[in-house]
């Protein structure tokens, strides 16, 4: 039987992931501009869903300023054999960290061309914003998209 736990992200969780294959080759050639990629370990910030031994999925928050955050997933090509599980994780995950740490705007930049990608984004939801033209450092669109939190006063 699948042993599934989750664990405090480390970047050899991303080296792993992207080692083994992404769930995207539009993904793989992001990850591979490796002092560019915002998967951050930071603590109580960021989490990995391991299956077993091998990490499935990893994601997290990075604060940008108060109230506003930069949302990040790597998935290997392990997540389309668990889809429910690790999107659901993924999604509970996000909103916990989002409104535990005041966070009010989550967004993040998805690849034009990447529509599962852009599905499942929305599917977590996140509205787009409008089209950053060129914005991918190999000059790809991407789509600005946004989830909005109830304001804490």
């Not at 994780?89 to 930049?109: F, H, M, S």
């Not at 599962?116 to 599917?123: H, I, K, L, Q, S």
Request: glycine content about 8%.
């Amino acid at each position: 039987m699948a042993k599934f736990t989750v664990v405090p992200y480390q970047m050899e969780h991303g080296d792993e992931i992207i080692e083994f294959g992404m769930n995207s080759k539009l993904m793989e050639i992001d990850a591979s501009y490796t002092n560019n990629r915002l998967d951050m370990a930071i603590p109580g910030l960021s989490f990995t869903l391991f299956l077993d031994e091998t990490p499935i999925v990893s994601g997290g928050i990075v604060p940008m300023w108060e109230g506003v955050a930069e949302g990040w997933v790597l998935s290997s090509k392990h997540i389309y054999d668990y889809k429910i599980k690790a999107a659901s994780l993924i999604r509970k995950r996000l909103d916990y960290l989002c409104t535990n740490n005041k966070i009010i705007r989550l967004q993040t930049a998805v690849k034009e061309e990447f529509l599962t990608g852009v599905r499942f984004a929305e599917w977590l939801g996140l509205q787009k914003e409008g089209l950053m033209k060129f914005y991918g450092l190999d000059q790809t669109n991407y789509w600005r998209m946004a989830k909005y939190y109830e304001r804490i006063r």
